[in-house]
């Protein structure tokens, strides 16, 4: 094993799961890499995921991939565990980085979102994994000392059968539509403050001010570019960090206020009613460059 981070291939693995800070499940996956592969730094991207939300854990690795520190990325979301859906370990960048994980959907997002994939392969090889006494915990492992071998610099196709990433389960992003009553939205996320992330691309807005419906209730919202504009009682719509649309109010949670969580379908339409054309299909993260 390398003594410290000058043996290491990769110095760095950014870890998130949905394993919360409640168990010690988190915090034993990190030993394990750590143990295996010392000197190597993990950076905790969030363990609030969701129990079983492949989708919430897919959303927010591809929020988070552009900003991630090159190396390895461990992603567990995983409610197929000791089921038939395959670990795997997909190379990016030209070997800048590796996600590890189920193949359930979680990674392609992120993949995507850094330029597709350049090589793939199910970890099949079980010398690189921990003898077991069980298959419910897959992250401690499989995936944990996968993480590390790969840090320690044993390269993809030492670890399994090579796949074709193309064969990778896709993620699921829903996409908005434009209708005759307005553009068809969903709730992609809400944060901790309460901001309600929308897939909506702020091209796809028919305007400054809008109307938003939500089932039987509909409010007017304004395109601000700060919290603090939008005005004491009032909706704004609010190009977010990741540059989609967010519902927001001010100082305070705007799905508690309208009473949404992820998933839930809002309709945004002009003032007037008029129709505004067909809308672009969202991107995930489409480039903000101007």
């Known amino acids: 094993m390398p003594s410290g981070n000058d043996a290491l291939h990769f110095d760095t693995v950014s870890f998130l799961s949905d394993y919360g800070l409640d168990d010690e499940f988190a915090g034993v996956v990190r030993s394990v890499v750590m143990g295996h592969a ?7 991207v969030t363990h609030g995921i969701p129990a079983h939300d492949v989708r919430a854990g897919s959303l927010a690795l591809a929020r988070s991939a552009p900003y991630l520190c090159p ?11 000791g089921g038939e859906r395959r670990g795997v370990a997909v190379e990016v960048g030209g ?24 090589r793939a392969v199910s970890l099949t090889d079980v010398g690189y994994h921990l003898d077991s006494p069980g298959t419910t915990f897959d992250g401690r492992d499989v995936f944990a000392p996968v993480a590390a071998h790969l840090c320690n610099g044993v390269d993809l196709a030492e670890l399994g059968e090579v796949l074709d990433p193309g064969l990778l389960v896709p993620g699921v992003v829903p996409v908005c539509v434009q209708e005759s009553d307005g553009l068809h939205a969903e709730v992609l996320w809400i944060d901790t403050f309460g901001n309600v992330q929308l897939n909506v691309d702020p091209a796809d807005l028919p305007g400054d001010r809008v109307q938003v419906r939500i089932g039987d209730r509909v409010r007017t ?14 909706l704004g719509l609010l190009v977010d960090s990741a540059g989609l649309v967010s519902l927001v109010v001010a100082r305070a949670s705007a799905a508690g206020e309208l009473g949404i969580s992820a998933g839930t379908a809002v309709v945004i339409a002009d003032l007037d009613g008029t129709e505004t054309g067909a809308a672009i299909p969202v991107s995930l993260g489409r480039s903000r460059a101007g």
């Open 38 to 44: 010392p000197g190597v730094v993990v950076i905790d």
């Open 71 to 81: 190396g390895v990325v461990l992603a567990v979301v995983d409610p197929g565990v």
């Open 95 to 118: 070997g800048q980085s590796v996600l590890v994980g189920p193949d359930n959907g979680l990674l392609a997002p992120a993949v995507a979102m850094v330029g597709g994939a350049d």
């Open 221 to 234: 919202a304004q395109l601000v570019t700060a919290f603090d504009q939008v005005p004491p009682g009032g």
